[in-house]
């Protein structure tokens, strides 16, 4: 059995007014992450972590925020494409742990209903995806709410 380990992050501004969306759920906040998808830094990093672990690049290489048919995807697409991707070479995913930085909102509450929306498309089952939540203590453009980031380890075997 080939088994690989892939590590990703992301990172995105805030904005008042925007919608905010997290592991595929939109979230109740005054300010939501921009970017050129739907700017879902919880997946983002999910995807670098998977290409990154069938050495398949990353995010941006396979999805240009150059390119409009990009411009506010939904990134369960992306992170269905990604799966889709690892999978022509064989890859299936094991799972997944995540931290998800930022001040506010508060995560916890929507973290089973992350997990409910990536499982099937990751085609893995809720208790082998981890997401965490924590805050920057204040410090740096995570603590201003200036922006948020997030990091995911992920385990594909094939």
């Known amino acids: 059995m080939n088994v690989r380990v892939g590590f990703g992050f992301d990172v995105h501004p805030l904005q008042e007014g925007k919608k905010l969306f997290l592991g595929g759920v939109e979230i109740p906040h005054t300010k939501g992450c921009v970017g050129h998808s739907d700017a879902d830094v919880l997946i983002h990093a999910i995807c670098d972590a998977l290409l990154g672990a069938a050495g398949m690049r990353d995010i941006g290489h396979h999805f240009p925020n150059t390119d409009p048919k990009y411009k506010g995807i939904d990134s369960k697409l992306l992170l269905l494409e990604v799966i889709k991707l690892i999978g022509a070479k064989g890859y299936k995913v094991g799972n997944i742990d995540c931290t998800l930085c930022a001040e506010e909102p508060k995560i916890n509450p ?14 893995i089952s809720m208790e082998d995806i981890s997401i965490k939540a924590t805050t920057n203590e204040k410090l740096g453009y995570v603590g201003r709410e200036d922006g948020m980031n997030a990091y995911a380890v992920v385990l594909i075997s094939k």
């Open 110 to 123: 929507h973290i089973d209903a992350m997990k409910k929306a990536l499982a099937p498309i990751l085609r």
